[in-house]
Structures are given as C-alpha cells and as structure tokens.
C-alpha cells in the first residue's frame, strides 16, 4: 500500500485482557519497528524485525508483551494481561533497508493505535 | 546515541520563518542529526537530517553549526498547518539504527 497501515485505530480493553495491535507496512520494506508513546511523551522504541527475524526486542517492558512477523510482512504486536499503564498509542514505522547498513532510509510511521486499558 | 536538549515550546507568525533550536553537546563525529514531526494523532514524519554540511529540502532547511554542538530547523514559511511537535534525535550510523526520541517542541503558529 501507499502507507503503513495500522488497526485497529483504538482500542477499549479491560484490565487482564488480551490485545493483538496490527501492522501493514509498506511493501517490500525490510525493516519494522514498533514505539509505544505515552500521553505527552516521545515514542520510546519497543522492538525490531529485519524481514521475519526479530534482532531488537530491548525495549520490551516486560514478557506480557510479545511481537511477531512470521512472513516478513505483516506485523502484531501482542499485549497480555493488559495492565492501566499499558495504556499508550502504539505505532508501527517501516523502512526499506535494513537496520545497521549505515545509509539511512527514511522511516515511515502509521498513524497508531490508541490503546486505553481501563 | 547523544542526548539532545530543545525548548519546549515556541510560537511562530503564519508566514514567518520558525526557527527551531537544538543542542547536542556530545554529539559523536559518525552521528547526524535527523528532525521529525509529529501533527496531531498522526505518526512522526520525516523532515530532514544532516551530518555536517547544512541542508535543504522541499520541506526545510537544516543549519548545522561548525562545532556540530548545535543545529538548527528553518521552516522558511510557516503554515497553521506546520503546527506540530517537532524531533530533534541524533543517532549512528553503522550502528543502532532505531529512532531515541525525546519529548520535542511544540511548535504553534498562529494566524
């Protein structure tokens, strides 16, 4: 597509719920990230996959939080146990070339999902 | 990657020129300096990024000083439209790639 794509656009879950969050990059893009971005704040990065393998998962806050690509494509970003201070837009950005090769390529960013915990 | 300091928020005249500050004192000579911004319920964009040499795009021009210690966002014209959190983040290349971004400037530009 023309964009990353990101659903959905918000999301309502009960404290202890599950959430799967979705990402369509854009196609052919090698690299994905996802940033969480709390109220006020800048995005703190949370993860990385180049292709299908995930290189980065430093951000993480903790194991209930939990990310795939199993094609390379498309992404889901998964949230256990949903806790309040979970609560945060999620983005997705995609770039065409892989992370560390030294040249940059700008990332793109979808819109987010709004998640609210409550 | 090193750390960058910006002023919270600035305001700017339709039409004027907006001039965003940023300074990265410790700034590492394989490191450049990348800007983006980030409207209202909208993912960050990209604007520009430089290592040394200033730089212009359709979008803005990037004047990096000679110590590298400092740059600064030229917004030659700006619109309501430009009214955003704007990104100054300095990062590697060769290395981590991944975006470090901090809390920005509320730019507002008013009529």
């Known amino acids: 597509g023309a964009g990353v794509s990101q659903s959905p656009r918000y999301k309502v879950a009960k404290r202890g719920q599950d959430v799967a969050l979705r990402c369509d990059p854009i196609s052919g893009h090698v690299s994905l990230f996802w940033y969480q971005q709390a109220l006020g704040q800048g995005p703190e990065f949370l993860t990385y996959?180049?292709?299908?393998?995930?290189?980065?998962k430093s951000g993480l806050p903790s194991d209930r939080f939990f990310a795939e690509r199993p094609e390379g494509s498309v992404s889901t970003l998964k949230i256990q146990r949903t806790q309040q201070e979970d609560s945060a837009v999620y983005l997705c950005a995609s770039s065409a070339r892989a992370y560390g090769t030294g040249k940059y390529y700008g990332y793109t960013f979808g819109s987010g999902t709004r998640l609210t915990v409550v | 990657d090193a750390k960058t300091t910006q002023p919270t928020s600035m305001d700017c005249a339709e039409g004027r020129a907006a001039n965003l500050p940023c300074n990265h004192s410790t700034i590492s000579g394989n490191e450049y300096v990348y800007w983006y911004r980030q409207i209202h319920s909208q993912g960050p964009q990209y604007i520009i990024h430089g290592l040394k040499n200033n730089e212009t795009n359709e979008m803005a021009s990037l004047i990096i000083t000679e110590d590298r210690k400092s740059s600064t966002l030229i917004l030659p014209h700006a619109t309501l439209r430009d009214t955003a959190v704007y990104y100054c983040?300095?990062?590697?290349?060769?290395?981590?790639?991944?975006?470090?971004f901090g809390t920005g400037t509320r730019l507002q530009v008013t009529l």
């Open positions: 983040i300095v990062r590697a290349s060769g290395t981590a790639s991944k975006l470090t």
């Open positions: 996959f180049q292709n299908e393998a995930q290189l980065d």
